[in-house]
């Protein structure tokens, strides 16, 4: 997710203050790079560097770039390396043609290597400078005889993926060129002025009237016209009066960031699952080399290394793995040497106590594969092999968008090694990652929008607790783990997960009437069982919540159920179980009174022992 401006003004303002100014209001959505593009009568300047908003305008003076027209954009990379070659903007060979872009072209090696046998060199090693070369070389094709709108549109009819891009030309010095795909883009309208931004902050302060751009449409903004088209139709713009504050607008509407990640938990899956199939086959490798395994991470991250764990247990028979919480790291480091493997999760990829592991596990000739969120974090610096949750930046402490990146990114792993070590065809693969790319998103949204309301009201019927167990049992225990921490972490309700079986040994003295009991039973093989522990729960009058797929037995021993649709992949379950418990823990934080985003004593990266 970056953060992308574009301004074009008959007014006399400084397009690069007001542009800089935009950016620092869209740094939530990524800040590790920094550029800016105006042309200035005919001719292209432009600053770009590594670093925030602040650190790069005070090293380069981004506001003392002249002229009336300028793009900009703060990065979060998900293609390339974080340097000033990657930092956007990006240029064709000429330097005339200057582009933005937030999405991923999932073709642009092909878009690239083709482009290259046709002369075009490169500067930086992302996905989006394909698109200047492409307009470039559409250009060039037709002598200059076909229109700028028309190179743009045939430049699009190429890129696959998701895209939201802002271009100019220093041959129409005063018109902006947008289109995009599953990426926003929003335009903000002023009589002399008009902007396009991935988000309605980065221009509020200017105006309050927004037009949204709808998927498939192409746009071209002057200081005096908005126009825009669908499929060669011209599309009259309808644009709205947004009476949002500029906080609430980064949250997109939303009240907290952490609802928004819930809420954009489709996507970032669509993304993740968006991987390099190389690097997925080299870990892969490493995996099957490896005499012994250790996933090592902290909190959430650990939760989902759990669903790893258990994944590859049931994969690889009888290869030791070991699941360690990273700060017990000493008790496992006698295991360490040339023939262990380290997966470290983490989506900080900062978190020091997985850090304090790797680096005496890198020393005892250990490989590491890291399955991280922030490219060029410390993390993926000590890994041999680095799989990135592309996730977006997260705000809300609570990890809920990455975590279940996180499993979905695990799954996919362990499918890789299932095929390659012969426990799937070739058709078999080839059709289940077909179902987990379609299926993720389209099931993680349907969970959400059918489940949230219903999480709201349950909510105010635990909000009075100061006590909750989530309880499962086998491979599905990472759900209750992460359900408990998210309700703990949140809305300080002292909420403990553990096997269900061991309700009898002890933990079940403390239960009385209306003590919540959140049941994780989906239709799998530890039903039966779960049935028996509800049982036993409601006998001593506690108050069930099940977190179900359609098991009407549980269902009528439940006081409140989440019915989920039933998984056909069962390495889905860790991120169907786990939404509505997000929003639990959610929507229970707020009724108590607090803040999800920032919850007391926690901080979102953790880089203290
Ligand atoms: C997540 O909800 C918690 N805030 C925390 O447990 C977090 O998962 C943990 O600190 C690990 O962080 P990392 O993923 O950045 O390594």
């Excluded at 560097?49 to 793009?71: A, C, Y």
């Excluded at 975590?403 to 792993?413: D, G, I, K, N």
């Excluded at 079986?501 to 039973?521: Q, T």
């Excluded at 649709?565 to 418990?581: A, G, N, W």
Aim: a neutral charge; hydrophobic letters at 40%.
């Amino acid at each position: 997710m970056c953060g992308i401006i574009a301004i074009t003004t008959s007014s006399k303002a400084n397009v690069s203050k007001m542009i800089t100014t935009s950016l620092k209001k869209l740094e939530y959505r990524g800040y590790d790079s920094v550029g800016i593009a105006t042309i200035n009568n005919g001719k292209v300047e432009m600053l770009k560097d590594v670093g925030t908003i602040d650190k790069v305008n005070k090293r380069l003076s981004l506001e003392n770039l002249q002229g009336t027209i300028g793009i900009g954009h703060t990065r979060w990379a998900t293609h390339g390396a974080i340097s000033r070659e990657n930092a956007h903007p990006h240029s064709d060979c000429t330097g005339n043609i200057i582009v933005v872009h937030n999405g991923i072209i999932e073709n642009y090696l092909e878009l690239r290597n083709t482009l290259q046998e046709n002369g075009h060199n490169f500067s930086s090693e992302t996905d989006s400078e394909v698109i200047a070369h492409l307009m470039e070389e559409e250009l060039k094709q037709f002598n200059q005889n076909l229109s700028m709108i028309n190179a743009f549109k045939r430049v699009l009819t190429k890129i696959e993926g998701t895209y939201a891009i802002t271009l100019i030309h220093s041959g129409e010095p005063d018109t902006i060129f947008l289109a995009r795909k599953d990426s926003p883009l929003v335009i903000g309208v002023r009589e002399d002025t008009k902007f396009a931004a991935s988000d309605i902050p980065a221009f509020l302060e200017y105006t309050k009237k927004v037009i949204v751009l709808k998927n498939g449409e192409i746009a071209t903004l002057t200081p005096q016209a908005v126009y825009i088209e669908k499929n060669g139709f011209r599309v009259q713009p309808k644009p709205v009066i947004i009476s949002w504050t500029a906080e609430s607008a980064q949250k997109s509407g939303y009240p907290h960031f952490m609802l928004k990640e819930i809420h954009e938990q489709p996507i970032a899956l669509k993304n993740t699952l968006n991987t390099n199939p190389a690097e997925i086959m080299k870990a892969s490798n490493k995996i099957l080399e490896a005499e012994r395994i250790i996933f090592l991470a902290c909190g959430t991250s650990y939760h989902a290394g759990l669903t790893g764990y258990y994944q590859f247990q049931r994969i690889l028979g009888k290869k030791p793995l070991y699941k360690v919480i990273a700060s017990e790291y000493e008790t496992y480091s006698h295991l360490i040497d040339e023939d262990t493997l380290i997966i470290a999760i983490s989506q900080s990829g900062e978190t020091l106590d997985v850090m304090k592991g790797l680096t005496p596990a890198r020393k005892l000739g250990a490989s590491i594969v890291s399955v991280v969120n922030v490219i060029d974090s410390s993390i993926p610096r000590y890994s041999h092999i680095s799989l990135y949750t592309k996730a977006g930046p997260e705000i809300g402490v609570a990890a809920t968008k990455t975590h279940t990146a996180q499993v979905a990114l695990l799954a996919r792993l362990a499918l890789q090694v299932e095929h390659d070590i012969g426990l799937m065809s070739a058709t078999e693969f080839t059709h289940i990652i077909e179902d987990l790319n379609t299926l993720t998103p389209q099931i993680t949204r349907l969970i959400i929008n059918q489940n949230e309301f219903k999480a709201k009201q349950l909510a105010s019927k635990i909000t009075n607790q100061n006590h909750a167990y989530f309880l499962a049992r086998g491979y599905n225990m990472p759900i209750a783990l992460e359900g408990a921490l998210k309700l703990k972490e949140i809305s300080y309700i002292h909420a403990e997960a553990f096997p269900a079986g061991e309700s009898k040994h002890g933990p079940i003295a403390i239960v009385e009437p209306d003590f919540p009991v959140i049941m994780i039973a989906p239709n799998d093989w530890t039903a039966q069982k779960m049935l028996s522990n509800t049982e036993e729960m409601r006998a001593r009058g506690a108050y069930i919540i099940s977190v179900t797929e359609q098991d009407h037995r549980i269902i009528k021993r439940s006081d409140y159920s989440f019915i989920l649709p039933e998984v056909t992949i069962p390495l889905l379950r860790p991120i169907t179980h786990i939404l509505p418990l997000q929003m639990l823990a959610y929507y229970t934080a707020v009724q108590r009174g607090f803040d999800p985003d920032k919850p007391k004593n926690l901080a979102k990266t953790v880089t203290v022992e």
